[in-house]
């Protein structure tokens, strides 16, 4: 049974820091994997998709890696600012064809200005 | 709309009673997912609709979870005998390609 694991839970740093999240995840068979930001009472808003073919996916200060062999991956985020403030979830895509996705239990993140 | 939608936004009940959870996907959108997420956690999978069928429940906890999708657009959720441990954050999210796109959610509270 495929498990994603989220490390921190949280993490508070002041402004302008660069910071990582971490995701692993037991079963190496994946599709995709995909980094979610929630706000508080909000959906989930896509940050990033990687196919289990590619190493790693850049949008603007975001950055999300991908190791599949070793069942990791990272989001980076450069300069960090007081709006990057949310809860931060990296997800797997089963190889079924139901697309259905399992979740980690998230990073929250404060960033302090 | 542009995006999904869920109503209500919150629902408080009773311990015992009935709810139905609305979701109002994108159009177009052909897939069709429901998932929980209790606080501190992160979403899991209940269900998933092709099209107006359910291709795969095998996330619904016990029998007193059903979802409908009967013309293939809107899906409810419906909860019998409601219970304190189904107070939950319901989301839906729709897929019309290869990429999921959320909903608001629906708060649970089980009184």
């Known amino acids: 049974k495929q498990e994603v694991t989220q490390i921190p839970a949280a993490l508070s740093v002041p402004e302008g820091e660069n910071l990582v999240l971490n995701c692993s995840f037991t079963?190496?068979?994946?599709?995709?994997l995909q980094w979610f930001r929630q706000d508080p009472g909000k959906g989930l808003t896509s940050l990033l998709l990687?196919?289990?073919?590619?190493r790693e996916q850049t949008s603007g200060r975001l950055n999300a890696s991908l190791d599949k062999s070793s069942g990791r991956s990272t989001l980076y985020i450069a300069a960090s600012q007081p709006g990057d403030s949310a809860t931060y979830l990296c997800a797997v895509r089963l190889m079924d064809s139901s697309y259905k996705l399992i979740f980690g239990s998230g990073t929250r993140l404060l960033v302090r200005p | 709309g542009a995006g999904v939608s869920q109503t209500p936004s919150n629902k408080v009940t009773e311990k015992g009673k009935y709810v139905e959870l609305r979701c109002d996907p994108i159009?177009?959108?052909?897939?069709l997912y429901w998932y929980r997420q209790s606080l501190g956690q992160g979403p899991e999978f209940l269900i998933y609709f092709q099209g107006t069928g359910a291709a795969d429940d095998s996330g619904l906890p016990n029998d007193r979870f059903f979802a409908v999708r009967p013309e293939g657009s809107v899906s409810t959720l419906k909860i019998q005998r409601t219970e304190r441990g189904d107070s939950a954050v319901y989301l839906c999210?729709?897929?019309?390609?290869?990429?999921?796109?959320f909903g608001p959610g629906t708060r649970l509270t089980v009184l």
């Open positions: 990687i196919q289990s073919s590619q």
């Open positions: 159009s177009g959108h052909t897939a």
């Open positions: 999210a729709s897929r019309g390609g290869s990429e999921q796109f």
């Open positions: 079963d190496s068979a994946i599709y995709n």
